[in-house]
């Protein structure tokens, strides 16, 4: 499912119009990644949570020649999936 067919099913289901479940969408992600981005976790009750993580700085090799290469440490964005949403997709 790409955003558009996400906007398409949730106007379907609230009756809302696409323009403004689009606009609604735009907003919930913007308000997520500012969230993260500043640090903190967003808790979605039954879905999941996002944060932010850390990855060190490590030495890689290039797989065409074989020669080491530094990896600098990074940032990342950690999605722990919720118990309802696990309990979903496992089918219990």
């Known amino acids: ?17 696409k323009v403004a479940t689009g606009e609604a969408i735009d907003a919930v992600i913007a308000a997520i990644t500012g ?31 074989g020669a080491e290469i530094q990896i600098p440490a990074a940032k ?4 722990t999936a919720g118990k309802a949403f696990k309990d979903a997709v496992n089918g219990a």
């Open 76 to 79: 990342t964005v950690k999605f």
């Open 1 to 17: 499912m790409n955003k558009q067919e996400l906007v398409d099913a949730v106007a379907a289901t609230t009756g809302a119009s």
């Open 35 to 65: 969230a993260v981005t500043k640090g903190d976790a967003v808790q979605l009750i039954g879905f999941g949570s996002f944060s932010m993580g850390a990855r060190a700085a490590r030495v890689g090799r290039n797989p065409a020649t």
